[in-house]
Structure formats: structure tokens, C-alpha cells
């Protein structure tokens, strides 16, 4: 992780529940969310999508508000798509590079690739991160732009993407892996 988490000392603070991913291999109190999981919230839906990749338990959260239109607004794409990048595959390590490649083409292809070209993008990081190449210093992005303009959503097949997602990267950041034994409550 890029970071450490605030969620478990928010939750303590407000009483608030933590939501991860059904997989999230953490050891505190969290109520699991599922794939294609509806919350309402007044006017507005949120569904997960589980779009790992970046991470096992990457999820991002697809928002429309049902006062504007039926359609998706927005989605929240946390590490999985950039604008002008997507999520690195390798932080994870355990060898599990190639396969979490895999499940990044996947999730992108099979699932925020599908959402209308005028859904906006809003991903956790851009320009300077660590958490993929290529980033743009624009914040924000829509999916029918990054269809059209992203380079790793120009590759023709998976195994193209996955070579093209692995090769290049930098190293991995010093602290990310005590970060995640750290959002992870393993210590």
C-alpha cells in the first residue's frame, strides 16, 4: 500500500462499519462487500464491482444518481484504471505478478470497459504516483476517453497487456509492504 489507513480509527471514531472486498485477507471487524453489491443512498446507487488486478480485493464503486439520470455518473476505480495508466500488477510480490496481470485485463475489460464511454473516472491516484506508469497529472478522466486514448487499453491481446503492464516498472515503493501488514491489521 501507498499509504496507511485511516479506516480503522475512523470507524472506532464515528462507529462507522469498514467495507472491503469478501476477499480482503484482514484480521479486524469488517462487513465483506460482494460483486455487484447495491447500496441506495437517498437519490444515489453504488455498485461494486470486484476489479482486482492492482490487488486480489480491488473493488471500485460505480455511483449514478437516479435525479440526473438511470445511467452511471461516475466510477471510483481506486488503483485498477488511471487516467493515461492502470494499476501496477507487481506490488503484491509472492510471485503472483502475471496472474494479477491477468485478472487487471479482466477486470478492465470484462468490467469498467463496459460502463458508457460518458461515465467519468475517478482513480485514487495520478501524475507522480507509484501505483502505475504513465499516469497523467489530470485527476480525471472518462472511460470512452481512456478507451480511445489510454496505452494499455490500445494492446490487441491479453498477453500483449500483460508484457506490457510488467515491463519498465520502477521499484516498488519502501514502505508499501509494511504498509499493507499495517491495513491489513497484521500488526
Do not use: M
Not at 499509504?3 to 475512523?10: D, E, F, K, M
Amino acid at each position: 500500500a501507498d499509504h496507511v489507513s485511516g479506516a480503522r480509527r475512523l470507524a472506532a471514531a464515528t462507529g462507522a462499519p469498514i467495507l472491503l472486498h469478501e476477499s480482503a485477507p484482514v484480521r479486524f471487524p469488517r462487513a465483506a462487500l460482494e460483486d455487484g453489491e447495491e447500496h441506495e443512498l437517498g437519490n444515489v446507487r453504488v455498485t461494486v464491482l470486484h476489479t482486482p488486478g492492482h490487488t486480489p480485493d480491488s473493488i471500485s464503486l460505480v455511483v449514478t444518481d437516479r435525479t440526473r439520470a438511470q445511467e452511471p455518473w461516475f466510477v471510483l476505480t481506486g488503483d485498477t484504471l488511471f487516467s493515461g495508466g492502470v494499476g501496477r500488477p507487481d506490488l503484491l510480490g509472492q510471485g503472483a505478478e502475471t496472474a494479477l496481470a491477468e485478472q487487471l485485463y479482466e477486470s478492465l475489460h470484462g468490467k469498467l470497459l463496459e460502463l458508457p464511454d460518458h461515465v467519468e473516472v475517478d482513480p485514487a491516484h495520478f501524475g507522480g504516483a507509484a501505483c502505475g506508469k504513465g499516469l497523467s497529472g489530470k485527476p480525471g478522466s472518462t472511460i470512452g476517453f481512456e478507451r480511445r486514448f489510454n496505452p494499455a487499453l490500445q494492446l490487441a491481446s491479453k498477453a500483449d497487456f500483460v508484457r506490457f503492464v510488467l515491463e519498465d516498472l520502477p521499484p516498488q515503493p519502501e514502505a508499501f509492504a509494511e504498509n499493507r501488514r499495517l491495513n491489513l491489521g497484521l500488526e
